[in-house]
């Protein structure tokens, strides 16, 4: 391998075809140029083969271990809003790759009240967790939706908590059974803003109460 410029290095293919360079600071991006379409292998000897560099802005990882089942665990930036969710391994491990700088890692589940840790991702660094703890509590939002006749467009719920400062947003479809309501758990006690849009369409911007162990309910015309 030989850099040729200050963003291109050349790099030659290895006996069974493939090639290796870097080390590359973490989060850059790679882009295979051979003068034609990025090809999956090269052949043996190959020559020309170079990858054009762009930096992306510096990330780490954080992991989240033995997670049990029922949780579902989101990453929030600086500003408290949701920015990335992830999906558990079946060993319970979560991931996310997050830029450097401060985040929460947020985890939710019915009956409990969120857990919410503050860390601080540093470049090329990783971060373990321990898993979530379960502390009895948390509201739910029902949303009682009147659905229009015929078909119907989702709805994108968002849910701002003063409590923690967070918002996230989820997306409610219309349901198989008529006026069968959806459920936001998870959530802390307090003062919530619901906003909720269909289309491009905001039907509803609403304030509620969210007790601990209790269920709210809210209703949206979507009509």
């Known amino acids: 391998m030989r850099q040729v410029g200050p963003r291109t290095i050349e790099a030659h293919a290895a006996a069974d075809g493939?090639?290796?360079v870097g080390p590359f600071d973490p989060g850059t991006s790679v882009e295979l140029r051979s003068g034609e379409s990025p090809p999956l292998r090269v052949a043996a000897g190959a020559r020309?083969?170079?990858?054009v560099l762009d930096e992306g802005p510096a990330r780490g990882q954080v992991f989240v271990r033995g997670v049990a089942r029922g949780w579902t665990l989101a990453g929030h930036d600086a500003?408290?809003?949701?920015?990335?969710?992830?999906?558990?391994?079946?060993d319970g491990t979560w991931s996310f790759t997050l830029p450097a700088g401060r985040h929460a890692i947020v985890a939710r589940r019915?009956?409990?009240?969120?857990?919410?840790?503050?860390?601080?991702?540093?470049?090329?660094?990783?971060?373990?967790?321990?898993?979530?703890?379960h502390v009895p509590g948390g509201g739910a939002l029902r949303l009682r939706v009147r659905w229009p006749d015929g078909p119907a467009s989702?709805?994108?719920?968002?849910?701002?908590?003063?409590?923690?400062?967070?918002?996230f947003e989820q997306v409610v479809f219309p349901p198989a059974v008529p006026d069968h309501p959806a459920l936001?758990?998870?959530l802390a006690a307090g003062r919530v803003t619901v906003r909720v849009s269909t289309a491009g369409r905001e039907v509803l911007v609403a304030e509620a109460f969210v007790g601990d162990d209790e269920t709210t309910e809210v209703t949206v015309d979507a009509r």
Do not use: C, K, M, N
């Open 184 to 186: 936001i758990e998870g």
């Open 79 to 90: 500003s408290g809003h949701d920015t990335s969710t992830a999906r558990g391994a079946a």
């Open 110 to 133: 019915p009956g409990a009240r969120p857990d919410v840790r503050w860390v601080e991702v540093l470049p090329g660094a990783t971060l373990d967790l321990q898993p979530p703890r």
């Open 154 to 167: 989702p709805l994108r719920v968002h849910v701002a908590e003063a409590a923690t400062g967070l918002s």
């Open 18 to 20: 493939s090639f290796r």
């Open 48 to 51: 020309g083969i170079v990858l």
